[in-house]
Structures are given as C-alpha cells and as structure tokens.
C-alpha cells in the first residue's frame, strides 16, 4: 500500500550547517508531495509541495525535488537557524486522493 | 480567520471513561479531517468527512472511537471506555475539497489527551 518513509528519528546540528531530512515513498498513482512542520505548541504548517517531476519548490530558506525514479522528497536548506527546530512530517496524497499520508516525523534540534 | 479550532486543548480522563473532543474547521472548508500524533506513529489518519458526510474511516479504531459532524461548523470525536494506549493529540483538520492535488490541509494545534 501507499506510504511514507521518514528515516530519521532526530536530527541534531549545529547553527549555520546544512539541513538535509530524508523523505521516500510508495505511492499506487501519481504522488502529491508535502512537507508541514511543526513547531512546539502549534498546529502543522504546510511548509513545501510539489507534484512536478524534478522540480524544486521553494519556501523559507527550506526547498526540496520531488524525484519520481528514486520515489523521494528529500528536505534540505543550506544554513540551520535556531528557529528551524521544529517536528518535520513529509506527506503524500497517495492512491486515495482524498487523505494526507504521513511519514512518523523527523524532529530537528538545531543548537547554538 | 482563527484557523481550526480545537478544544479542549488539554483533557485528562481516567481509565474506562468516555472523552468528546470538538472541532471548529475553517469556515467555508467542506473537508474535515482526525489525525492522532504520537512518537512512536507519528501522524495516523483516523476519519475524513465531506460536507459533513463520512467518506472515509478506514483508519477509526472500530470498537470504542466514532466521529460526527452534524453541521458544517463542527465535528466531534468520540472515545469510549478510554484506555492508556489511547494517550495522544487528537488533530483536526480541514480543506476546502478535500480532494488531493494543491489542496492544503489546515490542522489545529490538537488535543492532547492522557487517559489515567
């Protein structure tokens, strides 16, 4: 069936590194790519979307390819700030079409 | 616009009672949506309503959870006999269609419910 696929549990990383968080996926049809985070206390955001082979959307600092050969959605921005840390979920519509499917999460701590 | 609006944010029930959680979607969205969030899970889909009919509830523990939606302006969720395991924030979302593609999906900040 349809999923998604977040590998890592927690990211640590240091002020001004790059920010790399892997997404991939099964979908049945043509996928529908999310990304939402979630800060502590708040509501999930979207963050980033995309339907369009190769093409990179982008949306503050953060940006991320939706590859249809590799099934992937990798989140990446190429300087961390503080206020990045935060609960990253990656997304997809799947076969249903009428329902986000969500990976288990990725929480980014991003430290001084 | 307030966004979704959930409450209560905070619920604390004990072992074997029954917990309503409530829903105000975003007024004019015709989709509303129940997720639970936990760390081991991460965000499940629960029940999906379409101008207040239940399309799909594929994801509703059948025995003790049910939801409602008995006017456009908000749904509720429904635990009986609650047990630990079903400790966790309860989201509720909506959409204008509900349909896939560009729709994006508004959550509210949750219930966060312990069962003691």
């Known amino acids: 069936g349809d999923s998604v696929t977040q590998t890592e549990g927690l990211v640590t990383l240091t002020e001004g590194l790059p920010v790399m968080l892997n997404c991939t996926y099964q979908s049945t049809y043509s996928p529908f790519l999310f990304w939402y985070v979630q800060h502590l206390n708040e509501a999930p955001k979207l963050l980033l979307k995309s339907f369009t082979d190769n093409k990179r959307p982008e949306h503050q600092g953060f940006h991320a390819t939706l590859h249809k050969s590799s099934s992937s959605f990798h989140l990446q921005k190429s300087s961390a700030q503080l206020s990045d840390s935060a609960l990253y979920y990656c997304?997809?519509?799947?076969?249903?079409?009428?329902?986000?499917?969500f990976g288990i999460g990725t929480l980014l701590s991003v430290k001084p | 616009n307030a966004g979704v609006i959930q409450t209560p944010r905070h619920k604390v029930t004990g072992k074997g009672q029954e917990a309503t959680l409530w829903c105000e979607p975003i007024s004019g969205h015709s989709a509303v949506f129940w997720y639970r969030q936990t760390i081991v899970q991460g965000l499940e889909f629960l029940t999906y309503f379409r101008n207040q009919a239940p399309i799909d509830d594929s994801g509703m523990p059948k025995e003790r959870f049910s939801a409602q939606m008995p006017n456009q302006s908000h749904s509720t969720l429904k635990i009986q006999s609650t047990q630990p395991q079903d400790s966790a924030v309860y989201l509720c979302?909506?959409?204008?269609?509900?349909?896939?593609?560009?729709?994006?999906?508004?959550f509210g900040k949750g219930t966060r419910l312990t069962v003691v």
């Open positions: 997304a997809d519509y799947g076969s249903s079409g009428n329902k986000l499917i």
């Open positions: 979302a909506s959409s204008f269609s509900g349909t896939g593609g560009a729709t994006e999906v508004f």
